[in-house]
Every structure is written in C-alpha cells, then in structure tokens.
C-alpha cells in the first residue's frame, strides 16, 4: 500500500503563487508515475500534472502549462507542484496520484487551492 500525503493549499490572491506537496510513504517501490488532479465545485475532476517517478518528463495540462511546474525529490519520496501566476479558475481541490501501471492507484486526501481576485 501507498500513502499519499498533501500539504500547501491555502489562499491566495491572483497573480500569486503556491506550491503543493505530496509525499508518499509505504511500499512505493512499484510507483512508476504520480500526477496532481483538480476539481472544483460543480467541474469534474480534470488533470493538471504527471511526472515520471524514474525520468522525471513531466506532462501538463494545457490550462496550466507555462504556470505550473511538477518536480520530484527521489530522496524524499515527494512531488512538488509550484503553482505561479494563480487565476481564480485555477480554485479547486488539488490531489495527489500514484500509479503503479497505467493506472492511478493511490490517492491523497486533497488539499484546497483558492485564489481570490
């Protein structure tokens, strides 16, 4: 089993930025991708980010492409999503994944973005 942990959602105005992490403990060995999806009230759950737990190549939405950055830290087990440039349409809850295969196995709890204009 994985854990997915999430941390670093919050307030903030527009033009500003966050950055989210998600670290992920357990058997994590298998994990060969962890990504960041989105939803918002009343939107269903979209992609934001991927990235290759042993390449790093990312891959991005096109709604948040040049904004976001996912990066890893193999050491740490964690994936950091930096958020810049926020737009209120980019208010949702963010949660981490972790695939195994061509799946998402495992899930965070969310943490909460919100920019306010």
């Known amino acids: 089993q994985v854990q997915l942990v999430e941390s670093g959602g919050g307030l903030v105005q527009a033009g500003g930025s966050l950055r989210l992490s998600c670290a992920a403990s357990g058997r994590t060995g298998s994990v060969v991708a962890m990504a960041w999806f989105r939803q918002a009230p009343g939107k269903a759950r979209e992609f934001v980010a991927t990235i290759s737990w042993t390449s790093g190549s990312t891959n991005y939405a096109d709604s948040v492409k040049g904004r976001f950055t996912l990066s890893r830290d193999i050491a740490k087990n964690t994936v950091y999503l930096q958020m810049n440039s926020l737009k209120p349409e980019d208010t949702a809850v963010y949660y981490c994944?972790?695939?195994?295969?061509?799946?998402?196995?495992?899930w965070g709890q969310g943490t909460q973005v919100t920019v306010s204009s």
């Open positions: 994944a972790a695939g195994r295969s061509r799946q998402y196995d495992y």
